[in-house]
């Protein structure tokens, strides 16, 4: 059983069919993904299941705090069920590939008091972007580690 399927049965959360196949589709450790990708996945499971009962499903998990929804650029909303490890994302910026990270330290106690400007902060969200093997290397501007801009022509 699945680490999400199971917290959801622990807070004795109703597991109908369709929320059972939303929340399998949603397992594993590097899954971010979009409501269509979910929906897309849920009817090969589950033919008769609707985009909005996936959309509903979702939208209740996010509520419940067992997945995050994931905001990154301005794609599509993701949704991560890896919502109980702390962890921060490392986003491709051509194709969009969202992954989990775990640096170490801890990025909260590194903001100082004198960047807090009398905000008691509570929580914190790093956001790692550069370009995964997958989408090919870029030439980077010589020295500066920059990509360079391209042009529409």
């Known amino acids: ?5 199971e917290r959801l049965r622990g807070r004795g959360w ?9 929340a399998e589709v949603l397992d594993g450790e590097h899954v971010h993904l979009t409501a269509d990708e979910v929906h897309a996945r849920a009817v090969a499971k589950l033919p008769e299941i609707s985009r909005a009962t996936v ?3 979702l939208g209740e998990l996010v509520t419940l705090g067992e997945v995050l929804e994931v905001s990154t650029d301005q794609r599509a909303k993701r949704y991560d069920p890896n919502a109980h490890q702390p962890h ?5 910026a051509r194709c969009g590939a969202i992954r989990d990270v775990h640096p170490v330290g801890n990025p909260l106690a590194d903001l100082p008091d004198t960047e807090r400007f009398g905000f008691t902060v509570s929580d914190v969200e790093v956001t790692y972007r550069g370009v995964c093997p997958n989408s090919g290397p870029r030439p980077s501007v010589a020295g500066t ?9």
């Open 88 to 92: 921060h994302h490392l986003v491709c």
């Open 55 to 57: 959309y509903n499903t």
């Open 14 to 22: 109703r597991m109908t069919a369709q929320r059972r196949v939303v």
């Open 145 to 153: 580690g920059f990509e360079p801009a391209t042009s529409g022509l």
């Open 1 to 5: 059983m699945s680490d999400l399927l």
